[in-house]
């Protein structure tokens, strides 16, 4: 393979993600504010009849945010930055582009299906894994696609040192692919039955116990490997890109990949403190959850400290900005976990708000911020234009901050008091409080909560539009920016 | 000794011995950067230097890939 001159990076993929990434953060985030509101309001719940229901549209809120924001974003910056930090080209391989395309159809066809079968009430009641078995198989397609596609990528590379990025990105396909494909083992029950009942119902092939321990295994690694390991990959490649400074430490980087995956993997009985899974398995979970804030913290500080003397650009570059918040969300939220995961704490927060509201803080602080700086960061570069407007980012920046404060505060505030109420006895042994009694106290923080997710929905459309200003009308660029991302 | 044991076990000394290859390349890392077998911060470049036809950096050995190509 020669080098060309006139040869370039061919982002069609990585811009047909970038639209699946907008619509799909729109739809979810849009869903979360309404089921935020029903709980601060439940006559919210009839509007739309059974389709309307919290119990039939939370599902869909997490599929969206998971499967179609979360994954088009990994997969737009994965097509985007896997070509640039293998020095290689989609376009060298018309095989590569092929898989790749698919890749996108496959995916936004079986993602709009997967919308309406939720939407619907199919469901395996599992939770994160709510598609029933015939979406199950065309995910393995999809995933089996992309890893061609990245595969293939690394066959032709010119450089032959796998950035950390890529790292982060192949145990993201590893470790789905083993999490998703044990956890949706599953009896379709049309098939065994003689053909009674609905085809797309099926039963999980694991039971009691068993299936609580494959769930939560699945359920926590697949924040682990979903909104943890790309979400790293993306950091290592757009800050140090951004900023123009090459990674604090690159050892670091590396003896925290390691350490990451070596840990995640065991963390997962954490979610099943006082159940009735074996005592020591639930010390481990505890224990390793704890040991978990090392890794996280040593990718998080490195990304910190790769600011180290440019600070200055904080105050200057809005993605800069949204990427610092986000590594500072990341650790935030990789501290609350592990304390959340100690058996005392867990007696507390076990099933109360303080649950969604850390899994908020990680994700609207850590992921949402970091996939949009991402996008925001490779607009110019894939539409040849600068970004539309530097004060809309910087008044979206704020407000979609404000949001994440009030919403994790509020749930801190909500998750304590309920925990605390539940347990709270008279002198003779008798639960002071009744489940009603708690909503009461708690539906102010339902409101705030719901107000948070206005705010930042409003962000999100804010972004959404930027960016749309971006491809379409704003100003174009003779060249290719550096590092700095040039915006109006 | 029943399957449940040997379990036990198994997990217990796998734990044992991936802490010890964890520990072990830690030390590797450092090791041989200080002994100046090994440069992984020059790998920190690829996000920089990302263009097409922009020189690889190809590897973690201190020698630049320029000298490596004419000392072959």
């Known amino acids: 393979m020669q080098s060309n001159a006139a040869l370039e990076y061919d982002y069609s993929v990585a811009k047909l993600f970038t639209y699946t990434t907008i619509l799909f953060g729109f739809l979810g985030m849009l869903i979360g504010t309404l089921i935020a509101a029903q709980l601060a309001f439940p006559e919210l719940n009839y509007l739309l009849g059974e389709y309307g229901t919290f119990s039939r549209l939370r599902p869909l809120h997490t599929n969206i945010v998971i499967y179609g924001f979360t994954l088009s974003g990994v997969w737009a910056t994965f097509y985007y930055s896997g070509q640039r930090v293998l020095k290689v080209s989609m376009a060298e391989s018309k095989f590569i582009m092929a898989v790749g395309k698919i890749h996108f159809w496959l995916y936004f066809v079986a993602a709009l299906a997967a919308v309406v079968s939720l939407l619907l009430g199919f469901t395996q009641s599992k939770e994160y894994a709510q598609m029933e078995w015939p979406f199950d198989i065309v995910v393995v397609l999809i995933w089996v696609l992309w890893g061609i596609a990245m595969f293939g990528l690394i066959g032709i590379r010119r450089e032959k040192a796998l950035y950390i990025s890529m790292w982060y990105y192949i145990a993201c396909f590893l470790g789905i692919a083993m999490l998703y494909l044990f956890n949706n083992m599953s009896v379709p029950t049309y098939f065994v039955s003689g053909n009674v009942g609905n085809i797309l119902h099926s039963v999980s092939m694991y039971s009691g116990t068993n299936d609580a321990l494959v769930q939560w295994w699945f359920g926590h690694n697949a924040v682990a490997f979903g909104f943890t390991v ?13 900023s123009g400074q090459a990674v604090y430490s690159y050892k670091l980087s590396l003896l925290s990949f390691w350490g990451l995956m070596f840990v995640y993997l065991w963390a997962g009985s954490h979610h099943l403190l006082w ?36 600070w200055n650009q904080l105050t200057e570059n809005p993605l800069i900005k949204f990427m610092v918040l986000a590594s500072t969300f990341y650790m935030l939220s990789t501290l609350e976990g592990p304390i959340q995961a100690i058996k005392s704490v867990n007696a507390i927060a076990h099933f109360t708000d303080w649950i969604p509201g850390h899994v908020h803080d990680g994700v609207l602080g850590w992921v949402v911020f970091m996939i949009m700086a991402a996008l925001f960061h490779m607009a110019p570069r894939m539409f040849k234009r600068e970004i539309y407007s530097k004060k809309l980012m910087e008044a979206q920046f704020w407000l979609q901050t404000t949001a994440v404060v009030l919403y994790f505060t509020s749930m801190w505030i909500a998750g304590i008091t309920q925990g605390m109420m539940w347990r709270a006895v008279d002198e003779y042994g008798n639960l002071m409080y009744s489940f009603i009694d708690t909503v009461t106290v708690l539906h102010p923080y339902y409101a705030i909560r719901a107000l948070a997710g206005v705010l930042y929905l409003t962000g999100f459309l804010m972004f959404a539009y930027n960016m749309f200003k971006t491809m379409t009308s704003s100003r174009e660029l003779s060249e290719e920016p550096q590092f700095r991302s040039p915006m109006a | 000794m029943g399957i449940r044991e040997l379990q036990g076990y198994a997990s217990f000394f796998m734990t044992i011995f991936l802490v010890v290859m964890l520990y072990g390349y830690i030390v590797y890392l450092y090791r041989s950067e200080k002994k100046g077998k090994k440069d992984y911060e020059k790998l920190g470049k690829i996000a920089l230097d990302d263009e097409l036809d922009s020189t690889p950096i190809n590897t973690s050995d201190p020698l630049p890939t320029d000298n490596k190509e004419q000392n072959k």
């Open chain 1, 230 to 242: 790309p979400i790293v990959a993306m950091i290592y490649y757009f800050l140090p890109k951004e």
């Open chain 1, 275 to 310: 159940s009735t899974v074996p005592d020591w398995m639930q010390t481990m979970g505890s224990v390793f959850s704890v040991v978990l804030i090392l890794p996280s913290w040593g990718s998080a500080i490195n990304m910190l400290l790769t600011m180290k003397g440019e």
